[in-house]
């Protein structure tokens, strides 16, 4: 049988346990901290837009910081994108990154597309239902 506990060191086993608790929760909130502090935060998502009937212009910035400019022509149905950076004149540019003509990417029903259906399937479920399908295409 074990001795009864002396009512004079009661107190002192509870401030103990009590420390070592306090002591462990520090340390884990040290290491939550120093986890986060690890992971960059994103980049602010500044941008813009505006089009008139032939042109769509958005901006964006870049992972670098660099900020960025999508140029649609929507008549002849081309893509631009530039790059500018700010900074010292010799460091200032403005770079063009690519273009494309879209025209028959938009003319696509799927490309990477990960739905659970493809549009042909919708399509054929949608003429299943007796519903008008239809696409415009030139």
Not at 24 to 46: C, D, H, R, W, Y
Not at 84 to 93: D, F, L, V
Request: charge should be negative; include cysteine.
């Amino acid at each position: 049988m074990s001795a009864p506990l002396d009512s004079r060191t009661a107190p002192a086993w509870v401030l103990c346990a009590a420390l070592a608790v306090l002591s462990l929760g520090l340390v884990a909130e040290s290491q939550n901290t120093t986890t986060q502090a690890k992971i960059p935060p994103p980049p602010p998502a500044f941008g813009t837009s505006d089009s008139n009937s032939d042109m769509i212009a958005v901006t964006g910035v870049d992972v670098t910081g660099g900020s960025l400019l999508y140029l649609i022509d929507t008549r002849t149905r081309h893509l631009s994108i530039y790059q500018a950076q700010g900074g010292t004149a010799s460091t200032s540019n403005v770079r063009w990154v690519g273009g494309r003509n879209i025209d028959l990417d938009l003319q696509v029903d799927g490309f990477n597309d990960k739905s659970e259906m493809s549009y042909k399937e919708l399509a054929r479920r949608f003429a299943d239902d007796g519903a008008d399908v239809t696409s415009e295409k030139h």
